[in-house]
Every structure is written in C-alpha cells, then in structure tokens.
C-alpha cells in the first residue's frame, strides 16, 4: 500500500497512469453540466416568492460549496506535502490555487448578481458572502506568496504552511463572521436559511454540484499535468515524451 | 568524526555536484575548492544542516553540532561586542565566565571595544567577533565558509594557529577557501565543478 | 528558559538601540486615527460611533507595520542560521521575540488608548473597554502576525505581502473585540466576550509558534 502510495507520488508514473483520463473526464462533466443547466433552467418551475431569479442558485450553491473543498483540498495536499514532503502534492497545491480563486470569485460575483434582486442591492454584507470575501482573500494569499517566493522547494512549504494555518482559521472565521452577522442583522429577509426544497429543484442542483466538483477536478488534473511538465522539463523522459509529440 | 556517502545537490535544476563521497576524521582539514558558483557554500550548508534539499547521506558522528561560520557573520551591529560574545556563548550553553571571556577578547584584539557596538567596528574586527565562536565554544568540528577573506596578516596569523591548536586537539576543521591553507596539518580537498 | 529570557532581552536591547523602529507603528498608528475625523468629519455623534472600528483597523495596520521587522535584522545578520544550527527552540526563539516585541509595540498602543477614546468622544466605559480589548487581543495580533513575518522574512521586500497574508486571519478577532466594545457602549455585560477573547489568545499561544517555528526553519533552508 504504502509502496504504491510511494509509486504514485513520483510525477512520472503519475503523468504516465493518467495520460489518457482527460478526455473522458472532461466530456463527461461538460455533459453533466450541460443536462443540468438545461433542466434547472428549462424545466424546474419558477419559486413562488423568487419567480425566474431562483435559477441563479444553480450556479452559485455548487460555486460557492465548491470554493470551500477546495480550500480544504489544496490544505489536504499541503498537509501531505509538509508531512511526507512529496512534490506531486505540491504541485497539486500550485495547480489547484488559482481554481479555487476563480471558482471563489465566482461563487461571489453569482451570490452579488443573485442579491440585486432579492435583496435590491449588488452586495449585502451577508454572513455567507463575507465568510467567502475571506475565503478569497485567504485563496489570494497563498497565490502571493508562491509567485514572491524564488525558490520553488521554498515556496511549495512556505505556501503549505500558509493553507494549513488557514484551514486552521477557516471555521473560527466562519463562525465568526456568522456571529458578527447575527449580531448586526436587519429586519429583512435572508437567504442564510434556505427553505426546505421540493425535489424537483433540489435533483437538478445535485446534479449541477457533481458537475462542478468534476469540472474542478478535471482542469485541475490537466493543470498538474502541465505544471509536472514545467516542473521536470530538464529530465530525460520530458524530453523523450515531446519528442514523440 | 563525519562520513558522507553518494551526497549530490541539484538547484534550479542545475546539478551543483554528484555523488560526492568523503569522510573526515578527528585532527583532520579537509579543504573545500572550486569555482565561484560551483557549491561550496552550498556543500557546508548541507553538511551542517541548514540545507536540506539533497540526496545522499551526510552522517555525523558527534556529540554535538559543529560550529558555523557563513556568509553572513550572525553578530548584531546595534549588539555590542560583550553582548554578541554572551549571546554566541549561550546559544551553545556555555557559561561567559571573566576568565574565558578575557582570554577570547585579547586573543581576538578586541580589548577596550567591549562596549562598542558592533555596527561601528570595522569589517576585519566583526569577523573577529563572529569567530569568536570557535574561541568560547569546545566543539570538535568547525565548519567554515571562506574564513580567511576580509582578514588581515595578524588575524590569518592568528587564526592559523588556532586551527592547527584546535586540530591537535583531535578536532576537525571544514573550510571552503580560493586561497591554500597556510596551517602546517594533514590536509585533504574535495574539488567542485 | 534562560534561552527564553536571553532572547527577550537581547531582543529589548535591539528594539531599545533603534528607538524609531518600534515608534514608527505608533507614530503611524496616531496619524491613521487622526485621518478619520477628517475623512468623516467632526462631528462628535459619528465619530463615537465608529471609533471602536477606527481603532482596531487601525491598530491591526499598525501591528502588522511592525510585525515585518520582527525576524528581518535576525535572518539579514545571520543570527537566524546560529540559532537553528545551535539546536535551540526555535518556538521558545518565537515566543521570546513575540513577547518583546508585544511589550514595546502591542502595550504602547493600550497605553494610548484613554487619549485616542477621548479624541474621537468615546464615552468613558467605552474607552475602558477598548483598552481591555486591546490588551487581550494584542498578544494574539503579534502571535497570528508571527506567522507572516516568518514566511515572508527571506524575501526583500515583504511588507506589503505580510499584510494580505495575514489580515483575513484577523478577521475574528476585528469582530470580538469591536463587538465587544459596543456590548460596552450599549450597557451590556462583557464578560462573555472576554472568555472568548481569552480562548482565542490562548489557541493562537499554542498554535502559532509551531507554524513561525516551521516557517523560521524553511527560512534558512536555501
């Protein structure tokens, strides 16, 4: 088991074992979120309080799940790379920042586009959209550090460092700032507690969550692929693998 | 005292050495030569241990770690002299008694500047404290990068004997150097790039 | 333990020879209050009500200034590499140097405080609880600060990185502590705020000297 584990963590067997996923990961979460696009906003009925804007939930409920795992997951390869310090790990780390940065950001831009009809304003420092402004923040940071730092063994532990000590936080911010939210809240309505969803629209966000979760992790496969190339450009079997291209 | 198997360093991928095998036993010098940029400073650090991006083995066989001399001399300039010594000497838990450090500050010449801070001495005079280190701690091995630059003919005087003293101890010097060794003892090199 | 008190001393006497080093984040810190009213204007109403905000951002602005120094003049001289090649704890180093730098940079600012309450027309409960805030917080701000000035220390200029780093950390503490002064101000009792305060201080006491210490080693690790 642990020879295996071993056997994986060399980027070369890595590239070599993958080498023909992505295609497939890539049509079959293309499709995914295609069938749940086209059902959650052809065929789900409109809400009775919300009408039509309920639709953005689609894309913004799975963005907004997903900016957090993949917090945990680019701290999970930074654990394992501080622990056992294999570069796969950190490569997986260097790749899966700026994803989760976008996916974060568009967690935020959807959740502001989703308020202006609700709420009637573009941001409302609601607990939620906040608790994910530092998320974002915390995704910035990490990208910072790596492109300040030279050498490329420093930099992977010193943004390793980084995530873990900011997966430590996550939940006191969270909590935090869910608290602060309660303790400033005004008389309105909130989308920080959801109704109880009919199933009709809760299978066609199911679907679109699965969808992104591959979608992530597809790009993400095929950016570690690209950085074990940049990374291990100067080693024979790069070389040999271009060279056959 | 140290054995070292197989050790090589790759930086930026650019291979600095490979399979470097050697060892070093008490009473020895082994002197560290090569080109600028061909890693010999990089070589002590791995040694030491503050390096740690290598493969191979690099096995000690002490008691307690050997003693450093880098690039960067580790003396406070806004420190003065007295208060560096204090500070090196409790570092590696030894007591600064009267005795020991009277003996250190006029084998380094530093008499009289006790109380000076070290930022205003000049460049010779704060290598003299940052060896200060090899007077006021008994450790067997020194490890020393480029110890014989920016010194003057009474302090390489000086510190030649104190290697050949410390040698005839049964301890061990590692030094990188451009220029040869003038101290009269068994000396073997390792030669980079 | 001696190393502890060696540490902090030698630390002190540092800070103590290089006087504008450690005066700078206050000096900074009293023009950053002193901003807000003209920014916001005069008027006495406002300006009481958005005090404990003004001072916090401004006091965490003001740590995190001087958090970059922290280990800088230790890594640039060298001392750094002695002390990780000497077999010394590096966490007792961190908690040392925290603990100076908190009693000439974090203690001034509580010290400060009746006066900054005063200019922007704190009621007197109110200015007490801020200062108790901050005395409680402080410690933590240096410790979460730590981490930053430890990872960023190997580069040139990391000042500005320490900031954005650092600062979504604080995000907990900025909400405890301002709340907990407007708790103050509304009457209400504190003390609750204060266990969490207190339990804050003591997660990052246990937690935030290990990350420095592996930041500090990987630091001299080139």
């Known amino acids: 088991m642990l020879n295996w584990f071993h056997r994986l963590g060399s980027p070369r067997t890595f590239f070599a074992m993958t080498s023909n996923w992505h295609p497939w990961l890539l049509a079959l979460s293309i499709g995914l979120l295609l069938a749940g696009s086209a059902w959650a906003l052809l065929f789900v009925p409109p809400d009775y309080q919300q009408g039509n804007t309920v639709r953005i939930m689609y894309i913004h409920v799975p963005a907004a799940i997903l900016a957090q795992s993949g917090y945990m997951m680019m701290a999970g390869a930074a654990m394992v790379f501080l622990v056992w310090r294999i570069k796969l790990a950190d490569m997986a780390m260097t790749a899966v920042a700026p994803l989760g940065a976008s996916i974060t950001f568009l967690a935020l831009v959807t959740g502001a586009i989703w308020g202006k009809p609700t709420w009637g304003t573009w941001w409302v420092w609601d607990a939620r959209l906040t608790s994910t402004l530092v998320l974002f923040f915390l995704y910035l940071g990490v990208m910072a550090l790596r492109s300040a730092m030279e050498g490329r063994e420093q930099a992977g532990r010193a943004c390793a460092i980084l995530s873990v000590v900011g997966v430590v936080n996550l939940p006191i911010i969270k909590y935090s700032v869910d608290w602060w939210y309660t303790l400033h809240q005004p008389a309105s309505f909130t989308l920080s507690e959801k109704p109880a969803m009919p199933m009709e629209m809760w299978l066609p966000l199911l679907v679109m969550v699965i969808g992104y979760y591959l979608f992530f992790f597809t790009v993400w496969f095929m950016r570690l692929r690209n950085e074990i190339l940049v990374r291990e450009q100067n080693t024979e079997w790069v070389r040999t693998w271009v060279a056959e291209r | 005292m140290l054995r070292v198997k197989e050790l090589s360093c790759t930086r930026d991928q650019r291979p600095l050495f490979s399979s470097l095998s050697f060892s070093v036993a008490s009473g020895e010098l082994l002197q560290v030569v090569g080109a600028n940029g061909s890693g010999k400073s990089t070589l002590l650090r791995c040694l030491v241990g503050l390096y740690t991006g290598y493969e191979g083995d690099v096995d000690w066989q002490l008691n307690e770690a050997p003693l450093y001399l880098g690039h960067k001399a580790g003396v406070k300039s806004s420190l003065s002299v007295l208060e560096n010594l204090q500070w090196l000497a409790g570092l590696r838990n030894v007591s600064l008694d009267s005795e020991l450090l009277g003996e250190t500050l006029s084998k380094l010449r530093l008499e009289g500047y006790e109380d000076v801070p070290c930022g205003r001495l000049s460049e010779g005079q704060r290598k003299r404290v940052a060896l200060s280190q090899f007077l006021l701690c008994p450790n067997a091995c020194w490890v020393m990068d480029e110890p014989l630059s920016a010194i003057d003919d009474r302090g390489l005087e000086f510190l030649t004997a104190r290697m050949s003293e410390h040698l005839d101890d049964g301890g061990s010097i590692i030094l990188s150097s451009h220029q040869s060794v003038p101290v009269d003892r068994p000396l073997s090199t390792v030669s980079l790039g | ?222």
Do not use: C
């Open chain 3, 1 to 222: 333990m001696r190393f502890f008190f060696a540490s902090m001393t030698r630390d002190l006497r540092v800070h103590f020879r290089r006087p504008s080093e450690v005066l700078n984040p206050l000096v900074f810190f009293a023009v950053v209050i002193s901003l807000f009213p003209l920014g916001i204007g005069p008027s006495p109403d406002q300006l009481s009500l958005v005090a404990p905000g003004i001072v916090w951002v401004a006091a965490l602005l003001a740590t995190l200034m001087s958090m970059d120094l922290l280990f800088r003049s230790d890594f640039d001289d060298g001392s750094l590499e002695q002390v990780v090649l000497s077999g010394q704890s590096l966490m007792v180093l961190t908690l040392a140097k925290v603990f100076a730098h908190w009693l000439i940079a974090g203690l001034p600012l509580v010290v400060l405080m009746p006066i900054v309450g005063l200019v922007l027309f704190l009621e007197v409960d109110g200015i007490w609880t801020l200062a108790l805030s901050l005395l409680l917080v402080s410690p933590t701000l240096s410790l979460v600060g730590s981490i930053g000035a430890a990872l960023t220390v190997g580069l040139p200029r990391g000042g500005l990185l320490v900031t954005i780093l650092i600062l979504p950390l604080y995000v907990p503490v900025l909400i405890l502590a301002t709340a907990m002064v407007q708790a103050a101000l509304s009457g209400s009792d504190v003390s609750g705020y204060i266990y969490w305060l207190l339990a804050v201080l003591l997660l990052s006491l246990a937690l935030a000297p290990l990350a420095t210490s592996a930041a500090l080693h990987l630091s001299v690790d080139e």
